[in-house]
């Protein structure tokens, strides 16, 4: 063998080639061992390691399986653990099963557990410490210069100690101090907002929205784009950014069909990792906190979505301390590591009063932004609460999509900014679906300002602009006040094309009364004769006896159709031919009804 050039190994490895990283795989088969019987011993070792602190794998997928269960609520035994590995289709990853019922059938008492845990932790930070000394042995070997080594140090400072719940000695505290020259040095002011211009690089928002509104889609074309580097909302396309989407909300089928009406699909997902209805712990928690920066590090991510925020805390929604806990565990973590959030939330019961729940909810996040369903695909984005300032306030969005049969076409699905024309009497922009818009179409048409509810419902129908009960009384309260301020002006006559009734036998709502004068603002001021439908026949006007005595009406008068007394007042200003009490759709006949009557 003397021909054979053997292969000089770094220093760090001359201590055996057989040697392994550091673990204790004893401490890590009997930890193994009580949990698939505890879910009590889970819970107290998830409070003392990481699922990166297992060193074999074999056992480390046990741990996975085994948390996945305790979340779901399911019995726990070495008979389910192996179903679930076997379901999962990694049976062979455990021998085929044979190591599940090894362990499994000699076990420790589930107090001892946490101490099993322990001892795992502790030789997983050897292993780190170890794992860190051969890099920089290889770095050197390699010519790496003292700068280069001074920041695997340093980085490798920073995992521990972000990685660690509780700090040891004054480091992590003293951390926190603020530098003050280099911290004057930084123009705070020169952030380049991340794309679509929602948040900056650090930031924490909430989007509120109720179910209607459709946020998750929104956000998930958002985020996606984001990850793959794309254009959003008329922002130019910035560099790609790893982000972590954490889901409980949604199922896989509603995700891959969304996904790929975007157009995402097999090697078009970006740097984007998606966790689907993951096995944490409450964040509102210690250890659930601890779980999601486990899973930051994994993705190795600089935004964190949670979708939907109200589904990973374990107190009360409207407990003010369930959120204080949340920032404190979870969110505060984030943001001393310069990681952005987004949190998706629902809509109260009163949309006036945003999210539901307690207010503290939105007093650690940087920016609240409310989306609005308005009709028609039309989207309303709206900050509602900023602690900086940066950036638009408000976005009007038209979500665009396509389907063929039940399903939605790969790529035809994506949310743009909305082009509208300006409202003819403010020059101001008036968004689909808003009251503003739904005015201006009215007043486009025509349709008079004192116009009622019913008339204002059927123009809306025939220009086919969907509009509620709610918003069309809005509408007609909003013109009419209009109208009596003088702030609009007046159109010359009812109706330059009248149109069709609006029930049947009803006068036509918007032709004039009065066919001598066109210019009248109200009808039935001038004396005229009705264009309209026929009234019953009229008696002759008898004069009164004396003071006091009754007559009929006036032939100029207009009279109910119904019981043939004059109408009057608003009933009579906005186009009725009856009392409302006379009316046959919302009053009720008076016995006397189609009689002479004495003139009211």
């Not at 966790?275 to 964190?304: H, I, K, N, W, Y």
Request: charged share 25%.
């Amino acid at each position: 063998m003397d021909n054979v050039r053997r292969i000089p190994h770094p220093t760090a490895d001359q201590d055996g080639l057989n040697r392994t990283s550091p673990h204790d795989a004893e401490a890590e088969n009997w930890m193994a061992g009580v949990i698939m019987h505890s879910r009590t011993a889970y819970l107290e070792c998830a409070e003392v390691l990481d699922r990166e602190d297992i060193y074999q794998p074999a056992i480390r997928l046990i741990w996975d399986v085994v948390g996945g269960m305790v979340a779901e609520n399911k019995q726990l035994h070495p008979v389910t653990v192996n179903a679930e590995i076997e379901r999962q289709k990694r049976l062979k990853e455990v021998g085929g099963g044979a190591l599940i019922f090894h362990l499994g059938g000699e076990t420790i008492s589930p107090s001892m557990a946490q101490a099993f845990a322990e001892r795992v932790a502790e030789i997983a930070r050897v292993r780190r410490h170890d794992e860190h000394a051969n890099r920089i042995k290889a770095e050197i070997i390699r010519g790496a210069s003292v700068e280069d080594l001074d920041k695997l140090d340093t980085e490798h400072r920073q995992y521990e100690e972000r990685r660690a719940t509780t700090g040891h000695g004054p480091s992590h505290l003293t951390a926190s101090f603020v530098d003050w020259d280099p911290f004057f040095a930084t123009d705070f002011g020169a952030v380049e907002l991340l794309l679509g211009k929602l948040l900056a690089p650090g930031q924490q928002i909430t989007i509120v929205g109720d179910g209607k509104a459709g946020k998750s889609l929104f956000v998930q074309e958002w985020l996606w784009r984001m990850a793959c580097g794309q254009s959003f909302l008329g922002d130019r396309a910035h560099d790609p950014i790893p982000l972590l989407y954490v889901d409980a909300e949604n199922g896989h089928q509603d995700i891959q069909e969304r996904f790929r009406s975007f157009g995402a699909g097999p090697g078009r997902m970006g740097l984007m990792t998606y966790s689907s209805f993951p096995p944490v712990r409450p964040l509102d928690t210690a250890g659930g906190g601890a779980d999601l920066m486990a899973m930051v590090r994994e993705s190795e991510a600089q935004l964190v979505c949670l979708d939907t925020v109200s589904r990973f805390i374990s107190g009360p929604e409207n407990d003010a301390d369930t959120w204080l806990n949340l920032y404190r565990h979870t969110l505060l973590p984030l943001k001393r590591a310069g990681l952005s959030s987004v949190r998706l939330d629902h809509m109260g019961k009163d949309g006036e009063r945003g999210a539901r729940g307690s207010s503290a909810k939105t007093q650690d996040v940087d920016h609240v932004w409310e989306l609005r369903a308005t009709g028609g695909g039309t989207l309303l984005l709206k900050r509602t609460h900023t602690r900086t300032g940066i950036g638009p306030d408000q976005f009007s969005l038209v979500r665009q999509s396509q389907k063929s049969g039940d399903h939605y076409l790969p790529g035809s699905t994506r949310h743009v900014l909305m082009t509208y024309e300006a409202a003819p009497d403010t020059g101001m922009a008036a968004i689909p679906g808003t009251d503003e818009h739904i005015i201006a179409a009215l007043d486009r048409a025509g349709v008079p300002h004192d116009a009622g509810n019913r008339v204002v419902k059927a123009k809306l129908a025939e220009l086919q602009i969907p509009a509620g009960s709610d918003k069309i009384s809005r509408v007609v309260k909003a013109r009419q006040n209009r109208l009596k301020s003088g702030a609009a002006d007046v159109p010359p006559e009812r109706s330059p094309d009248p149109f069709p009734e609006t029930f049947p036998g009803n006068v036509p709502r918007n032709a004039s009364r009065d066919g001598k004068d066109a210019g009248q603002t109200f009808p039935g001021n001038a004396e005229g004769t009705y264009p309209g439908p026929t009234f019953p026949p009229v008696p002759p006007s008898k004069g009164g006896t004396g003071e006091g005595t009754p007559g009929t009406a006036d032939t100029d008068e207009v009279l109910c159709t119904v019981c043939t007394k004059p109408l009057t007042g608003f009933r009579l200003d906005r186009g009725y031919d009856t009392h409302l009490g006379c009316d046959p759709d919302t009053g009720s006949h008076p016995p006397q009804a189609n009689k002479p009557h004495d003139a009211a």
